[in-house]
């Protein structure tokens, strides 16, 4: 069984900022296979997102579990919401 988790790493510099805004917030998306993870993630997904869609991403993540290893673009698409990546 797949569980997925949000965990914030906010890197963003005050250049970053004055170039994009304040309104963002960074992290990844640990997945863990919980019968073959033994305590660590078994992949990570790292995302830039609008930061009022971060808590609620973050409660469907936890939520939210599966069979198979799914992709950040499905994990995001699964949850409905109208979040918005950073373009990199």
Not at 26 to 39: K, L, P, W
Not at 46 to 51: F, H, K, Q, T
Not at 54 to 59: C, G, L, Q, T
Request: proline share 1%; glycine share 4%; charged share 25%.
């Amino acid at each position: 069984m797949w569980n997925y988790y949000l965990v914030q790493e906010c890197i963003m510099n005050q250049k970053w900022i004055d170039e994009n805004g304040s309104n963002w917030a960074a992290g990844r998306v640990e997945c863990f296979d919980s019968e073959n993870s033994y305590g660590y993630s078994n992949r990570e997904y790292a995302l830039i997102i609008d930061g009022k869609d971060w808590n609620k991403f973050d409660e469907f993540l936890r939520n939210f579990s599966s069979t198979s290893l799914h992709s950040l673009d499905d994990l995001i698409e699964y949850s409905k919401l109208p979040i918005v990546k950073f373009k990199v």
